[in-house]
C-alpha cells in the first residue's frame, strides 16, 4: 500500500515531468524536489534539484514517494526500466489522477497510474502499473491495460481490448472493441487497430498493417 502522504520526488526533468509537476501542484503535493542527470532550467524554478539517480540513495523507502516523469519514447525501455530499478529498492510510485479526468468507480488503476488532463478510464477497465493514458485519451469498459504501457494523447481504446505489458499506442490511434495488441507493440499516431496484433509488432495507418522498426526490440 502507498502511503500518499509522503512527500515526492519527481524522476526526470523533460515536457512529461513539466506536466506531472503541473499536476501536483494543482493538488498541492508536498515537493521534496526533481531526480535527473543535470538540473534543469524548465522546471518550476522553486522545485531543488536533487541530484542524479544516486541521490535516493540517501532516501529511505519509506520517507519518499516517487512519480515517474519521464514519458514514453518508442524504442527506450528508460521509463520501464527505471520503475522496475526502483520498484525493486523498496521505494512506491504515487498514483496520478487529474482533477478533468474521469475514473469510473469501478475501474482499477495499479501503482504508479497515471491519467492525465481530460482522459478517461471507463467501467471494470484496468490500468497496470506504471501505464500513462495521456492527455484526452480514453480506455474503455473491460479493457486492460497492463503495466507500462503508454496510450498518448487523445487514442481511443474501446471496450474489452487488451493492451499487452509495454505497448505504445500513438497520438489519436483508434484500437476497436476486443482487439488484443501483443506485449511491446507499437501501434502508430492516427493508426485503426482493427485486428489483433503480435507481440513486438509495429503498426500504423488505418486500417493498421504492420511493419518493422528496428529501434524497437
Ligand atoms: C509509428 C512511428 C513510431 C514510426 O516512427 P519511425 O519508424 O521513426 O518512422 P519514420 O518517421 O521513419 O517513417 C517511416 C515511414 O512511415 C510513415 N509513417 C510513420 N508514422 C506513421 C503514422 N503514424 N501513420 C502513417 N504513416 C506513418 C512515414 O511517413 C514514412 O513514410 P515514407 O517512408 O513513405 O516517407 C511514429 O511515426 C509514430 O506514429 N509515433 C507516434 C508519435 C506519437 O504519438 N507521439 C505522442 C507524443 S505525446
Not at 515531468?17 to 526533481?34: D, H, I, N, T
Not at 476486443?178 to 507493440?185: D, E, I
Amino acid at each position: 500500500m502507498v502511503n500518499n502522504e509522503l512527500p515526492v520526488a519527481l524522476i526526470g526533468a523533460g515536457g512529461h515531468a513539466a506536466v506531472c509537476l503541473e499536476l501536483l501542484r494543482r493538488q498541492k503535493a508536498c515537493l521534496l524536489g526533481y531526480v535527473s542527470p543535470v538540473p534543469s532550467e524548465d522546471l518550476h524554478p522553486q522545485l531543488a534539484y536533487l541530484g542524479s539517480d544516486d541521490i535516493l540513495e540517501a532516501y529511505k523507502p519509506e520517507e519518499v514517494n516517487l512519480v515517474m516523469g519521464i514519458g514514453f519514447v518508442v524504442g527506450s525501455d528508460l521509463r520501464e526500466r527505471l520503475y522496475r530499478q526502483y520498484r525493486k529498492r523498496g521505494f512506491r510510485f504515487k498514483t496520478l489522477i487529474h482533477e478533468s479526468a474521469v475514473v469510473a468507480l469501478d475501474a482499477e488503476l495499479k501503482e504508479g497510474a497515471q491519467v492525465m488532463a481530460g482522459a478517461v478510464v471507463q467501467a471494470r477497465a484496468v490500468i497496470g502499473e506504471n501505464v500513462l493514458v495521456n492527455t484526452r485519451a480514453s480506455v474503455d469498459h473491460d479493457t486492460i491495460v497492463e503495466s507500462h504501457a503508454a496510450i498518448m494523447p487523445g487514442a481511443t481504446i474501446c471496450g474489452g481490448v487488451k493492451i499487452g505489458e509495454g505497448c505504445f499506442i500513438g497520438a489519436g490511434a483508434t484500437v476497436v472493441q476486443q482487439v488484443f495488441l501483443g506485449n511491446r507493440s507499437v501501434l502508430g499516431a492516427g493508426a485503426l487497430a482493427l485486428k489483433n496484433l503480435p507481440e513486438g509488432s509495429y503498426a500504423y495507418g488505418a486500417p493498421a498493417k504492420e511493419g518493422r522498426h528496428e529501434s524497437h526490440t
